[in-house]
């Protein structure tokens, strides 16, 4: 679910940088970090919880905290505070009392920390109008001599939000997602499961109101268009061959893995690909088309007959 | 948020026995067993996940799966090796193929296995109208002798879902609750987050747009109505002292705990009596009237005077 959704988020994105910032409102501390491992696999630039990046070898992004401006007596300390501390990662969120102000701030103290051979790398915004503040900020970096600090953006983003900001032309370089994506917010769970469709060699199948299965061993076949989209599925018993390419290998028999694990890397370049062969329908988030997925005879007859023992 | 819905659970279900089902859908196995520590803690009778019933001595309930039905060649059989294997806990699972029909499987096999000393304990329907199949179930086993086997529903079940099946009057006699409550379907996160309000003995605020906090240490006082029930609450500074009862207490100083860790089951009891002490509003799923919270004229002085510092 949050890769999906984190693959949502990125389709949109048209190539601004994604990074987590989950951690804090996920379904616990094991929660984060998978949902960190998903969006990465999904095709996000990285994360913020720092464990996970250990984890999993994600790279690591951050700014500063509220607390720590609130920690000292004026923001242009806090900022100048935190560029020492972080001299190749000066990214500095203004929006701690008055974005604007803020942006003065650090347009003031940027030629001091240049002096230090420190560039104020990004501000982050993180509440209030994003689309608005990134434009008045924007202009005051421009004119501030400050041409190439980029603006990231945070605050209770999901990929609808995204989507307004870009359709707007918000002046945004990166978005960091957090609470919406890692708890999924919106479809905070699939509703499927394991089911049992074969015991002993005998086909067996649930037939339980709204839940019904398919029953017996299967094989998938998807079938694509002729510029390489996914165009539609056929499930089908194991031994029926169709036209297409079969989805479905053994990963495990008796006990013992039969292919070797992906690296989280090639996961990634997959995942990638997959999107790739989308159709443009779902690949936007108004999907007005929902995938084709079709029922062989031969399953429907295995059907019949599984039925008629029980 | 998992024990506040499942507290909105407990509260509508008059009495009625609640069991968490939900592990398989919880954002990984540690958010399965915190949302069975926290579905207890609210009141909950008891939790399907054997770990959690473990780790924190929380009673186990659970029934068959349709696994263990599909794997038989026919549902009595099924029903009669579960009933064997579990004599003092046979919950029958009965709608994997036809909900009445394996009623009056159950009814039928009800007496041999009376012979060999096991009752059926209870019936679980997991499908389908669950009203409707508990009024043709009830009385399929009172027709059939047994009055005293129980059903249980499950089966995408919420608070909202629960409040209906009672209010109709269905014949239940437990629900098992899953994916909704353990994901906190409707409400999957908390928007709140700890800030800094005082460094270094200075009261500080953040005042972004939207996110503003309150500055510097506080008290809350709680005023009750003339029946012990929740009035209102006032929030103010630590040293501004307020009549009602004073909520907050230190509970650790110098890296050391300054109260025991209460118990589970405390817990679990201090929920129950702090429910019982809500409005009736407050009570029911529908609250038409939010709970008052004041801002003391101490507090906001102090955030004039801390604004003006910044």
């Given at each position: ?18 990074i987590d910032f989950?951690l804090r409102?996920?379904?616990?501390a094991?929660?984060g970090l998978?949902?960190a ?9 990285g994360t913020s919880t720092v464990l996970a990046g250990m984890a999993y070898d994600i790279p690591i992004y951050g ?26 990662n ?221």
């Amino acid at each position: 679910m949050i890769a999906s959704k984190a693959a949502r988020s990125v389709l949109i994105a048209g190539g601004k940088q994604l990074i987590d910032f989950g951690l804090r409102r996920a379904h616990g501390a094991e929660a984060g970090l998978l949902a960190a491992r998903a969006s990465y696999l999904a095709g996000f630039a990285g994360t913020s919880t720092v464990l996970a990046g250990m984890a999993y070898d994600i790279p690591i992004y951050g700014t500063m905290a509220h607390s720590f401006v609130q920690a000292h007596t004026n923001e242009t300390t806090a900022f100048e505070h935190f560029a020492l501390a972080q001299p190749e990662n000066a990214v500095l969120l203004i929006d701690t009392y008055d974005t604007e102000r803020a942006a003065h701030k650090v347009v003031a103290l940027a030629p001091s920390l240049k002096q230090q051979g420190i560039a104020v790398k990004a501000v982050r915004l993180d509440s209030g109008d994003l689309a608005d503040h990134a434009r008045k900020v924007r202009r005051i970096l421009d004119e501030g001599g400050l041409p190439h600090a980029q603006i990231l953006a945070s605050g209770n983003l999901d990929e609808y939000q995204l989507q307004r900001l870009i359709a707007g032309g918000a002046p945004i370089d990166s978005f960091a997602v957090g609470t919406a994506m890692t708890t999924s917010a919106d479809a905070p769970s699939l509703d499927c499961a394991y089911k049992l469709q074969e015991y002993a060699g005998r086909p067996c199948r649930k037939r339980s109101e709204g839940k019904a299965t398919w029953p017996g061993r299967k094989q998938v076949y998807r079938q694509y268009t002729h510029d390489g989209r996914c165009d539609y599925d056929v499930v089908t018993t194991h031994n029926d061959h169709q036209p297409g390419e079969p989805l479905l290998q053994p990963v495990m028999t008796e006990g013992r893995r039969l292919v070797p694990v992906q690296k989280l890397t090639e996961l990634r370049e997959r995942a990638a690909t997959q999107l790739a062969r989308l159709s443009d329908s779902l690949r936007s988030l108004e999907c007005d088309r929902p995938y084709d997925v079709r029922i062989s005879h031969s399953l429907q007859d295995l059907a019949r007959v599984v039925d008629q023992c029980v």
